[in-house]
């Protein structure tokens, strides 16, 4: 029997966001897509991700209702800042905003030793992500934000990896695609 898993679309929600913002950050998209990145970290980002927290609020994962309302709050805060705030404000700043989303990845890096193997490389890639991304921001390294990107990418294709695993295992009741057994 089938049960109720918002888990793959708030999994969905995030990889195919930051897979996209990520290539901007690494240099493999002109940064001239970053519009269509806003709509998708608006959209799908943000509204996917918060629908994916509700749900998992409703089968008691409280990780899950907390990463995703979150993570899909995060994609609303940034599509807002870069859209309607950020023009005109220093680097640090921005630099702040994602060292504090940093913070927040480790400690749920640290929930998710208690889960299985993939949530945990995807929030130990985030945490990297965020603080590569931030010290760029905070010191002016652009090769630290190049690397970030790179590093989001992975994190976004572990995502997508987990979102296709709660897919396919769901709809085929046993496991096809591992996802490391629970700690």
């Known amino acids: 029997m089938n049960t109720f898993n918002p888990a793959p679309l708030g999994l969905f929600g995030f990889a195919l966001t930051t897979w996209l913002l990520s290539m901007i950050n690494a240099g493999l998209l002109p940064g001239a897509g970053l519009g269509m990145v806003l709509a998708m970290a608006f959209a799908f980002g943000g509204s996917a991700q918060f629908v994916a927290g509700l749900g998992e609020m409703k089968v008691g994962n409280t990780f899950g209702f907390v990463a995703f309302c979150s993570y899909g709050a995060f994609w609303w805060s940034f599509a807002l800042f870069v859209e309607i705030f ?22 749920m890096f640290i929930g998710t030793f208690a889960l299985n193997k993939a949530l945990q ?63």
């Open 121 to 183: 490389l995807i929030f130990g890639f985030l945490t990297a992500t965020f603080i590569l991304l931030a010290l760029n921001d905070l010191l002016g390294a652009a090769a630290l934000g190049e690397f970030g990107g790179y590093l989001g990418l992975v994190t976004a294709v572990l995502a997508f990896y987990l979102g296709a695993a709660g897919i396919i295992n769901g709809a085929h009741g046993k496991e096809i695609l591992p996802i490391g057994a629970k700690a």
């Open 86 to 107: 950020a023009k005109g404000v220093p680097g640090v700043m921005v630099g702040w905003y994602l060292l504090v989303w940093g913070a927040f990845s480790f400690v």
